[in-house]
């Protein structure tokens, strides 16, 4: 039998304890007979490349891939495959967050086994400490129980330095030597953050380009605009992006070069002055120069709603969090901060985010877990919950956490959506998400490379 590992999950929102995941068993060296196919059958497969739902639908898998996917009237389940009776349930890929870090010792990653739990199966970490590659490594390899990752390793920025997983650099060349160690160390894309200058920007995405790593860039000393025309890949944040719309844009720039965190408050509140034409510019910069988006609505949203009774904010506090990440967490609403200005900044936030959207651009889904109440996989529906919220169709905010973020990262190929020759990566779930995407996380099943997760 294929062995299932046990995920303690809660029936409504997805919630784990680490004990909850049991390793598989490992199998004698002396006996390792091929893997029986694992049938699912009976379920309707949601499509996430535009064309239709199959209904009553079996997917047959065979070790790590996808070997078939089609109605049940023309694909046969193998003699003696493994069924998984899913009648009434939907298939979704399995889902992708594209800005997360990884708290950890070095040793395991509290969030791993909450990502399974929640169907994310692949995730890029956008800032960690080196111990980041073995970590990747060690999931890799079945050592640990995780989504796969891709990592950034440290962040490449400049002063003053805001995090202890970020580098600083103060030139040019000594932005490339941090991009070229990244290279040699196994980075899969380049992170650049806040208070990388706008010189030192442009030659750390040359120097990523050159060895033919994508980017994704968190701005802010460089705007938005600005980090758009040097050719990142991905812009992550709404931070930054008003920073080029405004009266007076080196007022914030100055803001972001005296501390990272006066850099987000300033910028956060530059959206209330931002001028709607300038913002027009740069979307339709990144929409031509085909930039992908992940504005990590919810980290914005629990700042700005950081007063206010939020079941979302409840339920990452209940997800058991370290007691150091959950004491961080709780001193945001101890910050003595107005937060009325920030919710209305939040409207022309979600107003941007919409304009980009109708105008051709393409969202992604990223978090920024585990900043505040950022919850492991949590987060990641609760983003696509608010890319629906402010207009975007259902379909496009689960493409956003499936095949959108898969072409963002370039392993669109390997995963993103279920189709014969890709990785099983594969979330059974309750309800239609087309319907409601809350439903996402009604979760029954998940299955990661053609290993099966389930409900203890």
Not at 400 to 415: K, P, Q, S, V
Request: glycine letters at 8%; charged letters at 25%.
């Amino acid at each position: 039998m294929r062995k299932l590992i046990l995920l303690l999950v809660t029936l409504a929102l997805v919630s784990t304890t680490s004990a909850g995941l049991v390793k598989p068993a490992k199998k004698s060296a002396a006996a390792k007979p091929a893997p029986r196919a694992l049938a699912i059958v009976g379920a309707t497969v949601v499509d996430v490349n535009g064309k239709s739902n199959i209904p009553d639908a079996v997917v047959i898998i065979e070790g790590d891939k996808i070997k078939a996917v089609g109605p049940r009237a023309k694909v046969r389940v193998p003699r003696g495959a493994e069924v998984i009776d899913a009648r009434g349930k939907y298939l979704i890929p399995g889902l992708i967050d594209t800005h997360t870090h990884s708290a950890y010792d070095g040793k395991d990653s509290w969030p791993s086994t909450r990502f399974l739990a929640s169907g994310i199966t692949t995730v890029l970490d956008t800032g960690s400490l080196p111990p980041v590659y073995d970590l990747k490594r060690r999931i890799a390899i079945g050592e640990l129980q995780g989504p796969r990752m891709l990592v950034c390793g440290p962040m490449i920025s400049g002063e003053p330095v805001a995090f202890p997983m970020s580098e600083t650099v103060k030139t040019p060349d000594e932005a490339r030597r941090a991009v070229d160690a990244r290279v040699a160390a196994g980075a899969d894309l380049i992170k650049t953050h806040a208070q990388l200058a706008p010189d030192d920007l442009r030659a750390a995405i040359d120097e990523a380009h050159k060895k033919g790593l994508r980017t994704i860039s968190h701005t802010g000393k460089t705007n938005a605009l600005e980090a758009v025309l040097a050719g990142t890949n991905i812009l992550t944040h709404l931070v930054g992006v008003p920073d080029a719309a405004v009266p007076d844009p080196e007022k914030i720039r100055s803001a972001h070069t005296t501390a990272f965190l006066g850099g987000w408050i300033a910028s956060s509140l530059a959206w209330l002055q931002a001028d709607p034409a300038k913002l027009d510019v740069l979307i339709r910069e990144m929409v031509s120069r085909h930039v992908f988006y992940s504005p990590t609505l919810s980290i914005h949203h629990t700042i700005a709603f950081a007063r206010d009774p939020d079941a979302f904010r409840e339920a990452a506090a209940a997800s058991n969090p370290p007691p150091l990440v959950l004491k961080d967490w709780e001193g945001l609403a101890k910050q003595p901060f107005d937060t009325a200005p920030f919710k209305k900044a939040w409207i022309n936030m979600q107003q941007f985010v919409k304009r980009f959207y109708d105008a051709g651009g393409v969202l992604i889904v990223g978090t920024d877990t585990a900043a505040v109440y950022q919850a492991p996989g949590l987060s990641a529906h609760e983003e696509m919950r608010l890319m629906a919220e402010l207009g975007v169709p259902t379909i496009e905010a689960l493409k956003a956490g499936t095949i959108n973020a898969a072409r963002a990262l370039g392993i669109e190929r390997e995963t993103g959506s279920i189709e014969a020759g890709k990785l099983a990566d594969i979330v059974i779930i309750d309800a239609d998400p087309l319907a409601d995407i809350n439903n996402t996380r009604k979760i029954a099943r998940v299955i990661k490379a053609g290993i099966v997760y389930e409900k203890r």
